[in-house]
């Protein structure tokens, strides 16, 4: 089966750090994009960092530009957002997802998402 | 950026009618335009990329049209299942952005 698995959620106060981690299984993963999006309590949807198969290329919502770093390591078939200066406003669920194929951002595989509650 | 615009924000319907949920790009988005179908505690489920074409295991009764900036989601005899929230999202340009989202119910 096709799975993307994350974990690293929890509860951080303000200006403290988080790594969110993701595994998938079933695909061949360093053929694909990924990306997270956070969605946070009752709200919609929005599209946090993105990065390529290779790992060589990465995007950055403005919000999280300069404090969130994605990283990939396809030998553990993992990808990793590495979340400083967390703020209240970070708090989301957070989603891993795989983008149908390179530089199409439309995800067709999501995981099951992460809490993250920024709070003092 | 992209703003995208969804309505009605809210729909209620009766089984076995058809439905139109309509999403607006605030600049044009090619055909780069994807559907998502959220539940309550479940992550997003893709219904629609390319604009009109069908994910994976899609039922035939969700359709996709548009390109530039308007587009349409429509769900023909609609079931309880379908109750949910449904999300647009453009991927012609960074960032990615997403709609508000229109939430339909099922009568």
């Known amino acids: 089966d096709v799975q993307l698995v994350e974990s690293g959620g929890g509860l951080i106060q303000p200006g403290g750090c988080l790594r969110l981690s993701c595994v998938a299984s079933g695909f061949t993963f360093n053929n694909y994009e990924m990306g997270w999006v956070r969605q946070a309590p009752g709200k919609g949807l929005e599209w946090v960092s993105d990065?390529?198969?290779?790992?060589?290329?990465?995007w950055y919502a403005d919000s999280v530009k300069g404090r969130f770093t994605i990283s990939r390591d396809n030998g553990k078939n993992t990808v990793s957002l590495q979340m400083n200066s967390l703020r209240v406003e970070d708090t989301a669920i957070y989603y891993c997802a795989r983008a149908i194929r390179t530089y199409s951002q439309a995800f067709d595989i999501w995981g099951q998402g992460t809490m993250v509650t920024v709070s003092s | 950026e992209i703003v995208m615009t969804q309505s009605p924000a809210t729909l209620s319907v009766s089984p076995g009618e058809r439905d139109t949920l309509s999403c607006r790009a605030s600049?044009?988005?090619?055909?780069?335009l994807a559907w998502y179908q959220q539940k309550p505690g479940q992550a997003p489920r893709l219904l629609i990329y390319?604009?009109?074409t069908r994910a994976t295991g899609i039922p035939a009764r969700f359709s996709g049209s548009g390109s530039g900036t308007d587009f349409t989601l429509t769900i023909s005899s609609l079931q309880s299942e379908d109750s949910a929230v449904y999300y647009c999202?453009?991927?012609?340009?960074?960032?990615?952005?997403f709609g508000q989202g229109t939430k339909l119910e099922i009568k």
């Open positions: 600049q044009s988005v090619s055909s780069n």
């Open positions: 999202q453009q991927y012609d340009k960074w960032p990615l952005t």
């Open positions: 390319g604009a009109s």
């Open positions: 990065i390529l198969g290779s790992g060589s290329t990465m």
